[in-house]
């Protein structure tokens, strides 16, 4: 009968091993599973990753993402010298006989290069408009008079 107790004795000892080590697996998974979640989290809002391998998805290692307040371009083109903020006004002021917003576009276009979705050049033209120095009288955008005389 010793040798049943002793074989008993081991089983429950290798039993609360297992359970030992289920429990630390456990823990170990949560622990890679927030790191994961970390460094997606760092990736995503500019911080630095330190991924030797590419990601299923995103962008792959090694490409950093672009910084706050930086234009990105598709295609890997230049960004524009000029602000659209600026770009706008010369558009305008190159239209002696106003300028509607696709005449705006299409002067961004050939002269600066830019490609600029309507409702951002929309914004732009309210944003001088409300600023004084366009005005939009019959969906056109003419320079004020007092601009006008002055260029």
């Given at each position: 009968m010793a040798t049943l107790d002793e074989i008993r004795q081991e089983r429950q000892r290798i039993s609360e091993r297992l359970a030992q080590l289920d429990a630390e697996r456990t823990k170990l998974s949560e622990q890679l599973n927030d790191l994961v979640t970390a460094e997606r989290v760092m990736t995503r809002f500019g911080g630095k990753a330190d991924s030797t391998k590419g990601r299923k998805t995103g962008h792959p290692a090694g490409t950093t993402l672009t910084a706050p307040g930086k234009h990105r371009v598709p295609d890997g083109q230049p960004a524009p010298s000029?602000?659209?903020?600026?770009?706008?006004?010369?558009?305008?002021?190159?239209?002696?006989?106003?300028?509607?917003?696709?005449?705006?576009?299409?002067?961004?276009?050939?002269?600066?290069?830019?490609?600029?979705?309507?409702?951002?050049?929309?914004?732009?033209?309210?944003?001088?408009?409300?600023?004084?120095?366009?005005?939009?009288?019959?969906?056109r955008w003419y320079l004020p008079s007092s601009a006008q005389s002055e260029h």
């Open positions: 000029v602000l659209l903020s600026d770009a706008s006004l010369k558009a305008v002021r190159a239209h002696s006989k106003g300028a509607t917003s696709n005449d705006v576009l299409s002067y961004l276009s050939r002269r600066f290069g830019m490609t600029v979705r309507p409702n951002h050049l929309g914004i732009a033209l309210q944003r001088h408009r409300r600023a004084g120095r366009l005005e939009n009288r019959d969906q």
